[in-house]
Protein backbone atom coordinates (compact mmCIF):
# COMPACT_ATOMS: atom_id res chain seq x y z
CA UNK A 1 0.00 0.00 0.00
CA UNK A 2 3.10 2.08 -0.56
CA UNK A 3 1.44 5.34 -1.85
CA UNK A 4 4.05 7.06 -5.17
CA UNK A 5 4.56 10.57 -5.45
CA UNK A 6 1.40 11.84 -7.93
CA UNK A 7 -1.61 9.70 -6.17
CA UNK A 8 -2.02 12.86 -3.68
CA UNK A 9 -1.99 16.70 -4.23
CA UNK A 10 -0.03 18.50 -2.54
CA UNK A 11 -1.91 20.51 0.09
CA UNK A 12 -3.22 16.98 1.16
CA UNK A 13 0.10 16.19 1.63
CA UNK A 14 1.56 18.14 3.42
CA UNK A 15 -1.35 18.09 5.70
CA UNK A 16 -0.89 14.75 6.28
CA UNK A 17 2.78 14.92 6.89
CA UNK A 18 2.03 17.24 9.57
CA UNK A 19 -0.12 14.55 10.66
CA UNK A 20 2.82 12.23 10.82
CA UNK A 21 4.99 14.55 12.36
CA UNK A 22 2.65 15.23 14.67
CA UNK A 23 2.03 11.64 15.55
CA UNK A 24 5.86 10.99 15.40
CA UNK A 25 6.36 13.08 18.01
CA UNK A 26 3.58 11.73 20.48
CA UNK A 27 5.06 8.51 19.85
CA UNK A 28 8.65 9.37 20.62
CA UNK A 29 7.38 10.48 23.99
CA UNK A 30 4.99 7.55 24.71
CA UNK A 31 7.50 5.30 23.52
CA UNK A 32 9.56 6.60 26.55
CA UNK A 33 7.15 4.53 28.64
CA UNK A 34 7.23 1.42 26.76
CA UNK A 35 10.71 0.39 25.66
CA UNK A 36 13.05 -0.75 28.72
CA UNK A 37 16.34 -2.50 28.68
CA UNK A 38 15.18 -5.61 27.15
CA UNK A 39 12.50 -4.27 24.79
CA UNK A 40 14.63 -1.70 23.25
CA UNK A 41 16.94 -4.13 21.04
CA UNK A 42 13.54 -6.11 20.17
CA UNK A 43 12.24 -3.04 18.53
CA UNK A 44 15.02 -2.48 16.41
CA UNK A 45 14.06 -6.18 15.13
CA UNK A 46 11.08 -6.04 14.90
CA UNK A 47 11.45 -2.94 12.48
CA UNK A 48 14.19 -5.30 10.27
CA UNK A 49 12.04 -8.34 10.78
CA UNK A 50 8.88 -5.80 8.76
CA UNK A 51 10.98 -4.64 6.36
CA UNK A 52 11.81 -8.13 5.20
CA UNK A 53 8.56 -9.75 5.56
CA UNK A 54 7.52 -6.82 3.32
CA UNK A 55 9.63 -7.95 0.61
CA UNK A 56 7.68 -11.56 0.54
CA UNK A 57 4.97 -10.46 -1.56
CA UNK A 58 1.80 -13.66 -1.82
CA UNK A 59 -0.55 -13.65 -4.13
CA UNK A 60 -3.91 -13.07 -3.07
CA UNK A 61 -6.26 -12.88 -6.32
CA UNK A 62 -6.03 -13.76 -9.64
CA UNK A 63 -2.52 -10.84 -10.71
CA UNK A 64 -2.81 -9.77 -7.19
CA UNK A 65 -0.45 -9.88 -4.46
CA UNK A 66 -0.06 -8.51 -1.33
CA UNK A 67 2.42 -7.90 1.75
CA UNK A 68 2.55 -7.60 5.06
CA UNK A 69 1.85 -4.07 6.77
CA UNK A 70 2.74 -4.59 10.24
CA UNK A 71 1.22 -2.49 12.12
CA UNK A 72 -0.28 -4.81 14.16
CA UNK A 73 2.85 -7.28 15.02
CA UNK A 74 4.79 -3.71 16.63
CA UNK A 75 2.03 -2.93 18.37
CA UNK A 76 1.25 -6.15 19.98
CA UNK A 77 4.87 -7.13 20.26
CA UNK A 78 6.33 -3.66 21.15
CA UNK A 79 3.60 -1.29 21.88
CA UNK A 80 1.49 1.04 20.32
CA UNK A 81 3.85 3.78 20.38
CA UNK A 82 6.91 2.07 19.31
CA UNK A 83 5.19 0.50 16.91
CA UNK A 84 4.00 3.69 15.25
CA UNK A 85 7.96 4.33 14.78
CA UNK A 86 8.66 0.73 14.07
CA UNK A 87 6.81 1.12 10.37
CA UNK A 88 7.86 4.75 10.04
CA UNK A 89 11.36 3.68 10.12
CA UNK A 90 11.01 1.03 7.70
CA UNK A 91 8.81 3.64 5.80
CA UNK A 92 11.63 6.06 5.57
CA UNK A 93 14.70 3.44 4.51
CA UNK A 94 12.18 1.90 2.04
CA UNK A 95 11.67 5.54 0.61
CA UNK A 96 15.02 7.13 0.34
CA UNK A 97 17.38 3.48 -0.31
CA UNK A 98 14.99 1.73 -2.51
CA UNK A 99 12.74 4.33 -4.00
CA UNK A 100 9.31 2.22 -2.53
CA UNK A 101 6.71 5.12 -1.34
CA UNK A 102 6.96 8.43 -2.81
CA UNK A 103 9.21 11.03 -1.01
CA UNK A 104 6.23 13.57 -1.02
CA UNK A 105 3.83 10.82 -0.18
CA UNK A 106 5.82 9.91 2.51
CA UNK A 107 3.35 11.90 5.61
CA UNK A 108 0.35 10.06 3.54
CA UNK A 109 2.23 6.69 4.01
CA UNK A 110 3.12 7.18 7.28
CA UNK A 111 -0.14 8.21 8.22
CA UNK A 112 -1.93 5.01 6.48
CA UNK A 113 0.58 2.21 7.08
CA UNK A 114 2.41 3.00 10.42
CA UNK A 115 -0.34 5.49 11.98
CA UNK A 116 -3.66 4.09 11.24
CA UNK A 117 -3.29 -0.01 11.06
CA UNK A 118 -1.29 0.36 14.51
CA UNK A 119 -4.05 2.05 16.25
CA UNK A 120 -6.59 0.06 15.31
CA UNK A 121 -4.94 -2.98 15.83
CA UNK A 122 -4.20 -2.00 19.19
CA UNK A 123 -7.61 -1.22 19.55
CA UNK A 124 -9.12 -4.10 18.91
CA UNK A 125 -6.55 -6.66 20.40
CA UNK A 126 -6.98 -4.48 23.62
CA UNK A 127 -10.46 -4.82 23.76
CA UNK A 128 -10.35 -8.80 22.64
CA UNK A 129 -8.03 -9.63 25.56
CA UNK A 130 -10.13 -8.22 28.00
CA UNK A 131 -13.35 -9.89 27.05
CA UNK A 132 -11.04 -13.31 27.00
CA UNK A 133 -9.81 -15.70 29.13
CA UNK A 134 -6.09 -14.71 30.06
CA UNK A 135 -4.04 -17.21 28.01
CA UNK A 136 -1.49 -17.54 25.43
CA UNK A 137 -4.51 -18.62 23.18
CA UNK A 138 -6.60 -15.46 23.46
CA UNK A 139 -3.60 -13.29 22.71
CA UNK A 140 -3.05 -15.34 19.50
CA UNK A 141 -6.94 -15.51 18.45
CA UNK A 142 -6.84 -10.78 19.49
CA UNK A 143 -3.62 -10.66 17.43
CA UNK A 144 -5.18 -12.68 14.17
CA UNK A 145 -8.85 -10.73 14.68
CA UNK A 146 -6.70 -7.30 15.25
CA UNK A 147 -4.08 -7.77 12.55
CA UNK A 148 -7.11 -8.15 9.96
CA UNK A 149 -9.34 -5.68 10.64
CA UNK A 150 -6.18 -3.17 10.56
CA UNK A 151 -5.89 -3.69 6.72
CA UNK A 152 -8.90 -2.97 5.35
CA UNK A 153 -8.86 -0.17 7.25
CA UNK A 154 -5.72 1.33 6.01
CA UNK A 155 -7.25 0.37 2.60
CA UNK A 156 -10.55 2.80 3.70
CA UNK A 157 -8.33 5.48 5.07
CA UNK A 158 -6.46 5.55 1.63
CA UNK A 159 -10.17 5.98 -0.02
CA UNK A 160 -10.43 8.75 2.26
CA UNK A 161 -7.58 10.77 1.79
CA UNK A 162 -7.65 9.80 -1.93
CA UNK A 163 -11.49 11.61 -1.61
CA UNK A 164 -9.77 14.47 -0.77
CA UNK A 165 -6.57 15.29 -2.46
CA UNK A 166 -6.82 12.79 -5.30
CA UNK A 167 -5.47 13.74 -8.17
CA UNK A 168 -7.64 11.91 -10.92
CA UNK A 169 -11.48 12.32 -11.32
CA UNK A 170 -12.41 8.40 -10.79
CA UNK A 171 -15.25 7.41 -8.94
CA UNK A 172 -14.44 7.11 -4.92
CA UNK A 173 -17.35 4.10 -4.69
CA UNK A 174 -15.78 2.36 -7.27
CA UNK A 175 -11.80 3.21 -5.72
CA UNK A 176 -13.73 2.10 -1.63
CA UNK A 177 -14.92 -1.28 -2.70
CA UNK A 178 -12.24 -2.41 -5.02
CA UNK A 179 -9.65 -1.41 -2.18
CA UNK A 180 -11.87 -2.90 0.54
CA UNK A 181 -12.37 -6.12 -1.03
CA UNK A 182 -8.90 -7.08 -2.36
CA UNK A 183 -7.60 -5.90 1.03
CA UNK A 184 -9.50 -7.90 3.05
CA UNK A 185 -7.97 -10.61 1.51
CA UNK A 186 -4.66 -9.39 1.87
CA UNK A 187 -5.47 -8.99 5.78
CA UNK A 188 -6.24 -12.73 6.48
CA UNK A 189 -2.61 -12.89 5.11
CA UNK A 190 -1.38 -10.23 7.36
CA UNK A 191 -3.35 -11.53 10.33
CA UNK A 192 -1.84 -15.05 9.61
CA UNK A 193 1.94 -13.88 9.71
CA UNK A 194 0.88 -12.08 12.74
CA UNK A 195 -0.71 -14.68 14.41
CA UNK A 196 2.61 -17.15 14.09
CA UNK A 197 4.89 -14.55 15.00
CA UNK A 198 3.26 -12.72 18.56
CA UNK A 199 2.55 -16.96 18.80
CA UNK A 200 6.30 -17.54 18.58
CA UNK A 201 8.08 -15.07 20.32
CA UNK A 202 5.19 -15.88 23.39
CA UNK A 203 5.55 -19.38 23.13
CA UNK A 204 9.88 -18.55 24.32
CA UNK A 205 9.85 -14.99 25.61
CA UNK A 206 6.29 -14.18 26.91
CA UNK A 207 7.79 -11.50 29.13
CA UNK A 208 9.20 -9.86 25.95
CA UNK A 209 5.60 -9.23 24.09
CA UNK A 210 4.00 -6.28 25.42
CA UNK A 211 0.44 -7.25 24.61
CA UNK A 212 1.25 -10.39 26.58
CA UNK A 213 2.57 -8.53 29.62
CA UNK A 214 1.10 -10.16 32.85
CA UNK A 215 0.05 -13.18 30.76
CA UNK A 216 0.32 -15.94 34.13
CA UNK A 217 -0.54 -19.69 34.33
CA UNK A 218 -2.44 -21.42 36.87
CA UNK A 219 0.21 -22.76 39.84
CA UNK A 220 -0.24 -26.49 39.72
CA UNK A 221 0.22 -29.01 42.20
CA UNK A 222 1.02 -32.68 42.12
CA UNK A 223 -1.69 -34.69 43.94
CA UNK A 224 -1.66 -38.31 44.05
CA UNK A 225 0.89 -38.29 41.24
CA UNK A 226 -1.35 -35.94 38.78
CA UNK A 227 -1.18 -32.45 38.45
CA UNK A 228 -4.05 -30.24 39.06
CA UNK A 229 -4.54 -26.36 38.65
CA UNK A 230 -4.17 -25.30 42.68
CA UNK A 231 -7.40 -24.36 44.25
CA UNK A 232 -6.47 -20.69 45.55
CA UNK A 233 -6.17 -18.34 42.41
CA UNK A 234 -2.17 -18.45 43.15
CA UNK A 235 -0.47 -17.35 39.63
CA UNK A 236 3.36 -17.73 38.72
CA UNK A 237 4.60 -16.01 36.00
CA UNK A 238 5.43 -18.07 32.49
CA UNK A 239 9.12 -18.68 32.47
CA UNK A 240 11.23 -17.92 29.85
CA UNK A 241 12.84 -20.68 27.23
CA UNK A 242 15.74 -18.83 25.96
CA UNK A 243 17.97 -15.87 26.40
CA UNK A 244 17.08 -12.23 24.64
CA UNK A 245 20.64 -12.78 22.96
CA UNK A 246 19.47 -16.03 21.64
CA UNK A 247 16.08 -14.43 20.73
CA UNK A 248 17.73 -11.41 18.90
CA UNK A 249 20.45 -13.50 17.07
CA UNK A 250 17.42 -16.01 15.63
CA UNK A 251 14.91 -13.21 14.77
CA UNK A 252 18.19 -11.07 12.45
CA UNK A 253 19.31 -14.52 11.06
CA UNK A 254 15.44 -14.99 9.82
CA UNK A 255 15.08 -11.88 9.01
CA UNK A 256 18.36 -11.87 6.58
CA UNK A 257 17.47 -15.08 4.96
CA UNK A 258 13.68 -13.94 4.06
CA UNK A 259 14.62 -10.57 3.02
CA UNK A 260 18.27 -12.43 1.10
CA UNK A 261 16.69 -15.81 -0.06
CA UNK A 262 12.79 -16.27 0.58
CA UNK A 263 11.96 -12.90 -1.66
CA UNK A 264 12.90 -14.15 -4.77
CA UNK A 265 10.58 -16.46 -4.81
CA UNK A 266 7.92 -13.53 -3.78
CA UNK A 267 4.36 -13.11 -6.22
CA UNK A 268 5.43 -10.24 -8.63
CA UNK A 269 1.89 -9.80 -9.16
CA UNK A 270 1.49 -5.88 -8.65
CA UNK A 271 0.43 -5.61 -4.58
CA UNK A 272 -3.47 -4.61 -4.37
CA UNK A 273 -2.92 -0.40 -4.25
CA UNK A 274 -0.82 -0.90 -7.32
CA UNK A 275 -3.59 -3.65 -8.86
CA UNK A 276 -6.58 -0.87 -8.13
CA UNK A 277 -5.10 2.32 -9.52
CA UNK A 278 -4.36 0.45 -12.39
CA UNK A 279 -7.69 -0.36 -12.91
CA UNK A 280 -9.27 2.85 -11.54
CA UNK A 281 -7.13 5.13 -13.17
CA UNK A 282 -5.44 6.15 -10.21
CA UNK A 283 -1.83 6.30 -11.23
CA UNK A 284 -2.79 8.81 -14.61
CA UNK A 285 -0.32 11.36 -12.84
CA UNK A 286 1.86 9.22 -11.07
CA UNK A 287 5.41 10.73 -11.03
CA UNK A 288 9.16 9.08 -10.95
CA UNK A 289 10.41 8.58 -7.61
CA UNK A 290 12.96 11.47 -6.94
CA UNK A 291 15.01 8.18 -5.44
CA UNK A 292 15.01 6.30 -9.13
CA UNK A 293 18.32 6.41 -9.59
CA UNK A 294 19.57 5.15 -6.25
CA UNK A 295 21.95 2.37 -6.47
CA UNK A 296 19.32 -0.21 -4.43
CA UNK A 297 16.11 1.15 -6.32
CA UNK A 298 13.43 -1.37 -6.49
CA UNK A 299 14.95 -3.72 -4.47
CA UNK A 300 17.87 -4.63 -6.22
CA UNK A 301 21.76 -3.68 -6.18
CA UNK A 302 22.63 -1.56 -9.24
CA UNK A 303 24.99 -3.12 -12.26
CA UNK A 304 24.86 -6.64 -10.39
CA UNK A 305 22.63 -8.54 -13.77
CA UNK A 306 22.02 -11.65 -11.60
CA UNK A 307 18.51 -10.95 -10.29
CA UNK A 308 18.55 -13.88 -7.66
CA UNK A 309 21.91 -12.12 -6.21
CA UNK A 310 20.81 -8.32 -7.28
CA UNK A 311 17.69 -8.95 -4.83
CA UNK A 312 19.50 -11.08 -2.44
CA UNK A 313 22.28 -8.41 -1.64
CA UNK A 314 19.82 -5.69 -1.68
CA UNK A 315 17.33 -7.38 1.06
CA UNK A 316 20.50 -7.87 3.24
CA UNK A 317 21.40 -4.46 2.73
CA UNK A 318 18.17 -3.62 3.92
CA UNK A 319 17.79 -5.77 6.96
CA UNK A 320 21.21 -3.83 8.17
CA UNK A 321 20.27 -0.46 7.76
CA UNK A 322 16.87 -1.02 9.04
CA UNK A 323 18.22 -2.88 12.05
CA UNK A 324 20.89 -0.14 12.42
CA UNK A 325 18.75 3.08 12.04
CA UNK A 326 15.79 1.35 14.20
CA UNK A 327 18.29 0.16 16.98
CA UNK A 328 19.80 3.71 17.44
CA UNK A 329 16.30 5.50 17.36
CA UNK A 330 15.20 3.03 20.45
CA UNK A 331 17.92 3.34 22.21
CA UNK A 332 18.08 7.09 22.12
CA UNK A 333 14.43 7.05 23.65
CA UNK A 334 15.36 4.63 26.29
CA UNK A 335 18.36 6.52 26.80
CA UNK A 336 15.95 9.71 27.29
CA UNK A 337 13.46 7.58 29.58
CA UNK A 338 16.61 6.42 31.53
CA UNK A 339 17.70 11.00 32.19
CA UNK A 340 14.55 11.26 32.69
CA UNK A 341 14.51 9.51 35.90
CA UNK A 342 17.81 9.78 36.77
CA UNK A 343 18.66 10.00 40.60
CA UNK A 344 18.97 14.00 40.15
CA UNK A 345 15.67 14.76 38.88
CA UNK A 346 14.32 12.59 41.67
CA UNK A 347 15.92 14.36 44.45
CA UNK A 348 13.40 15.38 47.28
CA UNK A 349 14.51 18.69 49.21
CA UNK A 350 14.55 18.32 53.03
CA UNK A 351 11.39 20.20 54.73
Known amino acids: MHVPDGFINAPVSAATGVVAAGAIAVSLRGARRELDERTAPLAGLVAAFIF ?3 MLNFPVAAGTSGHLLGGALAAILVGPYTGVLCVSVVLLMQGILFADGGLTALGVNITDMAIVTTVVAYAVFRVLVKVMPRSRRSVTV ?4 AALLSVPAAALAFTAIYALGGTTDVSLAKVATAMIGVHVLIGIGEAAITALTVGAVIAVRPDLVYGARGLRQRLKLRVGGELVDAPTPVTTPVAARTSRRRLWITGLVTSLVLAGFVSFYASA ?8 AHDQGIDQK ?3 H ?3 GSPLADYGVKDIQ ?10 VIGVGVT ?8 WAVRRRRSDDVSPASTTVENV
Do not use: H, Y
Open 52 to 54: AVQ
Open 286 to 288: AKE
Open 142 to 145: ATFV
Open 306 to 315: DARLSGGLAG
Open 290 to 292: ASS
Open 323 to 330: VVAGSAVF
Open 269 to 276: SPDGLEKV
